[in-house]
């Protein structure tokens, strides 16, 4: 069956690898935290200048003076760090951030991701996604497979507003892991249950299917 927004975050901890330095976006990027592999050490960053951040706190222990970009509260791990977003963008834009993990409203095949505007409905402003795409030399996106009425987010092109283009690496959605790949989308995993041929009657983009694809482990 397909994952819910847990196990989605579940799979994409997996790929976090130790000593890394790792930027979580909003929405399901920030669940991440909480599932980090035993023997793991990673230093999450939070582009409104947090160095440090762990899981999300348990109710009650909740601490309102900290929080990350998206204004969630959060705790801090022993050694965490706060300081300016100048110093945290810089660090950003220095390439000092070994993996981004993005949602996303669409991804295309080509790996372009827009995750920040849909015309006609007002927002706050892209944040610092324009600067984490345009920096990060790994970005993993976490987002669902289908949008609201079952049509396919992993497009040919975009239609909304891009973010970046051609900078998303890997997709992990409550169907399938993906590659990014110069032919389109590469299915690498698919989640408990599903199909391969599920998977490619909702995935607009190019889907290329090599040998038996194994079942995502959560």
Not at 113 to 134: E, F, H, Q, R, T
Not at 170 to 177: G, H, S
Request: aromatic share 6%; proline share 4%.
């Amino acid at each position: 069956m397909p994952l819910d927004k847990t196990g989605i975050a579940k799979r994409i901890a997996k790929e976090v690898k130790d000593g890394y330095y790792v930027n979580l976006g909003i929405g399901i990027p920030t669940l991440v935290a909480n599932y980090v592999p035993e023997g793991i050490n990673v230093e999450f960053q939070s582009e409104n200048g947090v160095l440090g951040m762990g899981p999300f706190p348990y109710e009650g222990e909740e601490d309102a003076d900290v929080i990350n970009a998206g204004k969630q509260t959060i705790t801090t791990l022993p050694g965490a760090s706060f300081f300016d977003s100048a110093m945290s963008f810089s660090m950003i834009r220095g390439k000092h951030v070994d993996l981004t993990i993005l949602g996303a409203m669409e991804v295309s095949e080509e790996g372009d991701i827009a995750n920040w505007k849909i015309p006609g409905k007002m927002v706050k402003g892209m944040g610092g996604a324009m600067d984490l795409v345009a920096s990060a030399e790994n970005i993993i996106v976490a987002m669902m497979h289908v949008n609201k009425a079952g049509e396919s987010k992993l497009l040919k092109k975009c239609s909304l507003p891009l973010t970046g283009v051609r900078c998303v690496k890997k997709i992990v959605t409550e169907l399938a892991v993906l590659e990014v790949t110069d032919k389109g989308f590469r299915l690498l995993e698919r989640a408990p249950g599903v199909s391969v041929e599920y998977i490619q009657s909702v995935t607009e983009g190019n889907l290329i299917v090599e040998g038996e694809i194994l079942e995502m482990e959560v």
